[in-house]
């Protein structure tokens, strides 16, 4: 019996797959974990973008006519079981910290203050998944969140 099932069950996946592909669907989505939850929190390291200083970052124009902006505090967490962490450490991370401001910068920037307050998890996890396409690992960065934050 297992014999005959296994064999059509490859083949609805494979078609389903293929039907989300042509329609661009991203069938992953639902299967990816949340990564800073399933590492324990001793294998987390924390870096603060900025020295843990705030970061002001304009908003894209929204639909009211005024400018707006965000300051926050940007804390990474660091994976330690990552495959790169050693050349990424925090104690490293200083030294790429430019690059991590301008890119965390580009990103927030596409957003408007009505994006970022109705769904902020969306941005932290654009950034977070940046990021980790910026040090070539997909686990290095297990999450970005606001140490502190005001939107004006």
């Known amino acids: 019996m297992v014999f005959a099932i ?3 069950v490859n083949n609805v ?3 389903i797959s293929k039907v989300a592909q042509a329609i661009d669907l991203d069938t992953s989505a639902g ?4 990564l800073a939850a399933t590492i324990p929190i001793d294998q987390l390291a924390s ?3 900025n020295g843990g200083e705030t970061m002001t970052i304009n908003l894209r124009d929204s639909q009211d006519g005024k400018d707006h902006y965000i300051v926050a505090a940007i ?6 079981n990552s495959e790169v962490y050693k050349t990424y450490s925090e104690s490293t991370l200083s030294t790429y910290d430019s690059q991590i401001k301008a890119k965390i910068n580009s990103i927030v920037s596409k957003y408007t203050i009505e994006e970022v307050k109705d769904d ?3 941005l932290l996890t654009e950034i977070r ?4 396409v910026m040090f070539g690992d997909n686990t290095i960065i297990a999450e970005v969140g606001f140490a502190s934050v005001t939107y004006q």
Not at 31 to 34: A, H, I, S, V
Not at 129 to 132: E, F, G, I, R, V
């Open 47 to 49: 870096y603060g973008v």
């Open 31 to 34: 299967n990816e974990l949340d």
């Open 6 to 8: 296994v064999p059509e």
């Open 13 to 15: 996946n494979s078609l």
């Open 75 to 80: 804390t990474l967490s660091i994976n330690k």
């Open 129 to 132: 998944d940046a990021l980790n």
């Open 120 to 122: 902020p998890d969306r």
